[in-house]
T-cell receptor, first 114, second 111 residues
Framework: DTGVSQDPRHKITKRGQNVTFRCDPI?????LYWYRQTLGQGPEFLTY????????KSRLLSDRFSAERPKGSFSTLEIQRTEQGDSAMYLC????????????FGPGTRLTVT | DAKTTQPNSMESNEEEPVHLPCNHSTISGTDYIHWYRQLPSQGPEYVIHGLTSNVNNRMASLAIAEDRKSSTLILHRATLRDAAVYYCILRVSNRDDKIIFGKGTRLHILP
């Protein structure tokens, strides 16, 4: 039973560089979510997909952030022109469609912008 | 989304029961009460959820007050592995989308 996987687990980048993270959901899950978590806070919602359609984006998702799920399977989250404030844990989760379906989270990608 | 209030941290001794409280005084009739927990260096994981009746599963029990303005997550016999941040969350039944997390309760287990 493979859960949600994320790659890379850690990323250190310099301010102004672009970074891309990948999330592989549980294979039969058609919903995929991205969250961001900073130290001492709970995860904050960024965006989610149902299959390949991006259904909602948070106000937190500035123009420098873009997410895709091209074939309704894996997803990528790209941050352009990174800023120090982007340093956080980026979490991916997946679920089936349906009322109050539990979300299964990956281990996260920790981004450090220097 | 309705808000929840939880203590910032709690301590418990190993092998004793733990009662984690959550207040949600503005809960509406269609809000389900969910609990997730986040172990150190891991993503959150689902624990339990309920609407009105108390619920039990292999991980925990959920006791919901009759007026639904509060609930308690019960770990019957805490182990060191249960040390985590526990999040109490309200989810609207007909909207299966994002989870709004608060800061949760950091549970420390003393050996």
């Amino acid at each position: 039973d493979t859960g949600v996987s994320q790659d890379p687990r850690h990323k250190i980048t310099k301010r102004g560089q672009n970074v891309t993270f990948r999330c592989d959901p549980i294979s039969e899950h058609n919903r995929l979510y991205w969250y961001r978590q900073t130290l001492g806070q709970g995860p904050e919602f960024l965006t989610y997909f149902q299959n390949e359609a991006q259904l909602e984006k948070s106000r937190l998702l500035s123009d420098r952030f873009s997410a895709e799920r091209p074939k309704g399977s894996f997803s990528t989250l790209e941050i352009q022109r990174t800023e120090q404030g982007d340093s956080a844990m980026y979490l991916c989760a997946s679920s089936l469609v349906g009322d109050y379906r539990e979300q299964y989270f990956g281990p996260g990608t920790r981004l450090t912008v220097t | 989304d309705a808000k929840t209030t939880q203590p910032n941290s709690m301590e418990s001794n190993e092998e004793e029961p733990v009662h984690l409280p959550c207040n949600h005084s503005t809960i509406s009739g269609t809000d389900y009460i969910h609990w997730y927990r986040q172990l150190p260096s891991q993503g959150p994981e689902y624990v339990i959820h309920g609407l009105t009746s108390n619920v039990n599963n292999r991980m925990a029990s959920l006791a919901i007050a009759e007026d639904r303005k509060s609930s308690t997550l019960i770990l019957h016999r805490a182990t060191l592995r249960d040390a985590a941040v526990y999040y109490c969350i309200l989810r609207v039944s007909n909207r299966d989308d994002k989870i709004i997390f608060g800061k949760g309760t950091r549970l420390h287990i003393l050996p």
